[in-house]
């Protein structure tokens, strides 16, 4: 698909959006973005309506390190839901409007609450590989921010708050529901390198210091965009592995993608209840 690059982000957003409403992409509620190994959550939505990123004005599939890059569009649990399985990681292109693009489309959308997961390694020495973490707060280590350049008005302010970017109410709830089933659902504060090479053990200690429990590359660039445009927002780690140095081992992306396929059935009751609450 040939990219205009000449229009504003606004206008790029806009028209991926039309372009998906055309496909039959009708007033979804809920946005999901999945993280790495967890993208078999896609599969739960019967009778799909798959379009591929390729297909879609300004998305460029070929900066997605999955080869899913897919959305997928359908009714799951009585609501609309759009997926995006296959993430724009900041470490791809170092730039993050490319890395907050689907969160820009989404909000284009008017979807209304964003599901946004990934893996990352547990900071957190009490905790262990393979817990759910609740994203309380975030810190953002990448060195950069969506958010700059020209203020896009129509999105929302030139300084929005970040004091509830992981909507409260939502994380209470969702708490109660995962307590009710009896899964283990922490909660805590994520951290976001830009990768792509993992921490040094001493860069974990750093995280672990100024308050984070849990590490990625990701997550962060979405959050800030859809906390910008006032939408709520739910933040699910899969804990994959402990984070660099605090086991005297190195870390693979294959251990990050077993954990995926370990968890799975896990992640995808916390997700469900996060659709339902
Ligand atoms: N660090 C950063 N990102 C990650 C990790 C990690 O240890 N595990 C999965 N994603």
Known sequence: ??????????????ESAVYLYGKGVLRPEIGIILGSGLNDFADRIKNPLVISYNDVPYMEAGMVS??????VYGEYKGKKIII?????????????????????????LGIKRFIITNAAGCVNTAWNAGDLMLIRDHINLSGSN???GPN?????????DMTYTYDRDL???????AANEGIMLREGV?????????????EIIFAR??????????????????????????????????????????????????????AKETFARVVDLAIEI
Not at 66 to 71: C, F, S, V
Not at 101 to 108: D, K, L
Request: charged fraction near 25%.
């Open 84 to 108: 995006f399985a296959g993430r724009f990681h900041y470490y791809e292109s170092g730039d993050m409007q490319k890395a907050s693009y689907p969160a820009r489309v989404m909000v284009a």
């Open 209 to 262: 210091t100024i308050g984070a429990d849990a590490a990625g590359m990701s997550t962060v660039p979405e959050a800030i965009v859809a906390n910008h445009a006032g939408r709520e927002i739910i933040g699910i780690s899969l804990l994959s592995n402990m984070a660099a140095g605090v086991l005297d081992q190195p870390l693979t992306a294959e251990e990050v993608n077993e954990a995926g396929r370990q």
């Open 1 to 14: 698909m040939k990219a205009d690059m000449t229009k504003t982000l606004a206008e790029r957003a806009k």
């Open 146 to 148: 969506p958010l700059i």
């Open 152 to 160: 896009l008005d129509e999105y929302g302010p030139r300084f929005p």
């Open 66 to 71: 999955d080869h899913r890059g897919q959305i």
């Open 190 to 202: 994520y951290a976001m390198f830009s990768g792509p090479s993992f921490e040094t053990p001493a």
């Open 171 to 177: 994380r209470e709830k969702l708490k109660a529901a």
